[in-house]
């Protein structure tokens, strides 16, 4: 049963820092790509940060560039979202989304994110 488990959301004030993670198992494939994405209310989800498997390479969002990093441990097959200089405008569910080679995409449940004073 393949399970891809998002944690570490939260409220956090303007300009704080929030490190959020992504757990899966039972991905039979080897991982393609992983990615977080993000959805605020009433809009549609979009792309935040990807990273390929094989070489690491990564892709931003202009609006999240120089503010965040997404990272990864294969070992424990999970990835890693780091945050900082948190804007309301980042307030969302986060979602975490990997690929295998097949093309099969597995999505987490999603996180909240709450930037407020």
């Known amino acids: 049963q393949v399970q891809v488990v998002e944690s570490g959301g939260g409220l956090v004030q303007p300009g704080g820092s929030l490190r959020l993670s992504c757990a899966a198992s039972g991905i039979r494939f080897s991982i393609y790509s992983m990615g977080w994405y993000r959805q605020a209310p009433g809009q549609q989800r979009d792309l935040v940060a990807s990273?390929?498997?094989?070489?690491?390479?990564?892709d931003y969002a202009d609006s999240v560039k120089g503010r965040f990093t997404i990272s990864r441990d294969s070992a424990k097959n999970t990835v890693y979202l780091q945050m900082n200089s948190l804007k309301p405008e980042d307030t969302a569910v986060y979602y975490c989304?990997?690929?295998?080679?097949?093309?099969?995409?597995?999505w987490g449940q999603g996180t909240q994110v709450t930037v407020s004073s």
């Open positions: 990273m390929t498997g094989s070489s690491g390479s990564t």
């Open positions: 989304k990997q690929r295998d080679f097949l093309g099969f995409d597995y």
